[in-house]
């Protein structure tokens, strides 16, 4: 099914088309077009609130400036659904996050019109600086905008961006756009926060302090206003700062009211606000999502150590942080959306003998590299990266699909790296974690969704670091898995058990250590070697077999499965394991051609 465009906006088809129109027209023009963001995640699912708070702002964008020759970025890009449906993309536009179809999120290879693609946050400044010098040098006044929430104001690329706006000269063509909805995923929090719902009792404020030609608050929502300031500071030139007031799920009364549930509610019924009851009745049923099993034993975890800690960069709700949160309030906490603070501020804890969960999205990890290996394994600091969304994550699609830990964790000294195959297997490697003996730095890794244990809340095992375990007894080929994906692996033997097809198959635990003791059995009985990892192949679990049996001077054939070297684009989480030869049907297929 697909929404169907109101009378206005059956007519637009790119930003040429809505400058056409009288300033009288504007407002239908949002309304119709929030309307068609509504009816369209209710049918197919995507971020809802983050877009609907910028419609107007959208639609008063694309009808002052030249887009895409001046360049608009999107920063996260949860708040891009409008901009996408007015450049080209509205009729394909029930195809967004679906497998082969649109991105989630502004992609440069979609759209001339997506100047930057912004899946994660507080790099649109940046970005933004960046074109706008290239302008200035290139002789042209073309302006390069950057419309930024204040939730990812806190991140600190921002506030690098900010620093260097300001010795910029005044010919640079710039516009900071802050939609300040008060909001992120989860409320905000900190002193930036508060600054900002203050600037208008106290001036100056930061942004005039730091050399910016500072515009607001004004209400983001009132289209007239919006395209008149536009209109100004087009024809000012130079750099400026517009701050708006909007509210997260604007025209829409649920979304309103209840800002978490609507950032990415799912398919519901738009005239009664009911999420679709089946997709409720599923999330009840059955194994529970390894981020809850991961929020209710970090609990259970701290309520008997109280030097247990829970740190997370603004993804309380998403990592189940919350319900930490909302029972040792003391013990948990949220720093906003600072990645690089997170990991040293859990470090610094980690000084003085608290034992720091940090809970963080395997692909935002990325950008606290240099502060994993400097701040934490460096100096040899106790603390627990929980890393939620590893491996292939699902409609999300590129930018936050968690290909890369295992190969960008292992090379690091003094870190132990481990993934778990359920959900009992993570309770325990989180209970062996803050145990006094262990001092080392660990990473656990565990995928989004749902597990395979429906009675996972078992009494806590002590299992042994770096030690793999065997699930199944067989001959001729071994096949070992690291973390969730070996459930695929089970399934697929299941597949072949009327063809007289029988391997073994190792759940290995640990990338580091890895269990050598049992490398050196099958390397020795087995006459094929088969590695799966819901990971990328460069550099991954694969490759620490390969390396260790190279060290060990052995040469048998070894067959690796895993994600493949390119970025995996969006889709469901199925059709991505097919994609990369990770789905059951696929293992299978590869072991009954290696028998």
Not at 147 to 165: C, K, P, Q, R
Not at 401 to 410: C, E, N, T
Request: hydrophobic content about 40%; some cysteine.
């Amino acid at each position: 099914m697909k929404a169907i465009a109101g009378n206005l906006l059956s007519q637009l088809q790119y930003p040429p088309d809505l400058r056409r129109l009288s300033l009288g027209h504007l407002p239908q023009v949002c309304s119709e077009l929030r309307d068609f963001i509504i009816d369209t995640v209710s049918l197919h699912g995507g971020h809802l609130g983050a877009s609907l708070g910028v419609v107007e702002l959208t639609v008063a964008l694309h009808y002052v400036f030249q887009t895409p020759e001046d360049q608009l970025i999107w920063d996260v890009g949860h708040q891009a659904y409008g901009h996408k449906i007015l450049t080209g993309r509205r009729e394909i536009f029930d195809q967004n996050r679906k497998y082969q179809g649109l991105a989630g999120f502004p992609n440069r290879k979609e759209s001339i019109f997506d100047s930057f693609g912004t899946g994660h946050s507080s790099t649109s400044i940046s970005a933004a600086l960046g074109m706008a010098v290239a302008n200035r040098l290139l002789k042209n006044d073309h302006f390069a905008i950057a419309v930024i929430g204040d939730g990812s104001m806190t991140g600190g690329m921002t506030f690098e961006a900010l620093n260097n706006i300001s010795v910029e000269p005044p010919n640079t063509n710039l516009l900071v756009i802050l939609n300040d909805n008060k909001m992120s995923i989860d409320p905000n929090v900190g002193a930036l926060h508060e600054h900002l719902q203050q600037i208008e009792k106290h001036k100056p404020n930061l942004f005039e302090n730091l050399g910016m030609n500072y515009i607001g608050v004004i209400d983001g929502h009132d289209i007239t206003l919006l395209i008149n300031t536009l209109q100004n500071i087009r024809e000012k030139k130079g750099i400026h700062f517009l701050h708006l007031r909007t509210k997260k799920g604007k025209g829409f009364a649920k979304a309103e009211h209840d800002q978490i549930t609507w950032h990415a509610p799912g398919t519901f019924n738009k005239i009664t606000g009911i999420i679709n009851a089946v997709q409720l009745e599923q999330d009840k049923q059955g194994a529970p999502k390894y981020q809850d099993v991961f929020g209710h034993t970090l609990l259970e975890l701290a309520q008997e150590n109280e030097k247990i800690v829970g740190v997370t960069p603004a993804m309380a709700s998403g990592s189940s942080m919350r319900i930490l949160k909302e029972n040792l309030p003391l013990q948990s906490f949220d720093v906003g959306i600072a990645e690089q603070h997170a990991v040293t501020f859990a470090a610094g804890l980690a000084t003085q003998g608290f034992v720091p969960f940090c809970a963080i999205y395997s692909t935002f990890l990325q950008r606290a590299y240099d502060q994993l290996i400097h701040d934490v394994c460096l100096q040899e600091l106790k603390v627990v990266f929980c890393l939620d969304r590893a491996g292939i994550v699902g409609e999300d699609g590129a930018t936050h699909q968690g290909a890369f830990d295992l190969a960008y964790l292992r090379c690091i000294p003094n870190l132990v790296v481990c993934a778990p195959m359920n959900e009992v297997e993570l309770r325990n490697m989180m209970f062996v974690s803050q145990l006094p003996d262990f001092q080392l730095p660990i990473a656990i890794r565990y995928p989004r969704g749902k597990g395979v244990t429906v009675d996972w809340k078992k009494p806590f095992e002590r299992i042994e670091i770096g030690k793999a375990r065997l699930i199944r007894k067989g001959s001729k080929i071994a096949v070992l898995s690291i973390g969730h994906i070996g459930n695929a692996v089970v399934h697929a033997f299941e597949m072949l058990e009327n063809e007289g097809i029988n391997p073994s198959h190792y759940d290995m635990r640990f990338v580091k250590p890895l269990d050598t003791a049992v490398l050196d059995y099958v390397f020795a009985n087995y006459e094929k070697i088969l590695t799966v990892e819901d990971g990328c192949l460069m550099g991954g679990f694969g490759t620490a077999i390969l390396e260790y049996m190279a060290d060990c001077g052995i040469s048998k054939p070894v067959k690796r499965l895993g994600i493949p070297d390119r970025f995996i684009e969006q889709g469901k989480i199925e059709e991505l394991h097919e994609e990369c030869g990770l789905d059951s049907a696929s293992i299978a297929e590869i072991v009954r051609n290696e028998w």
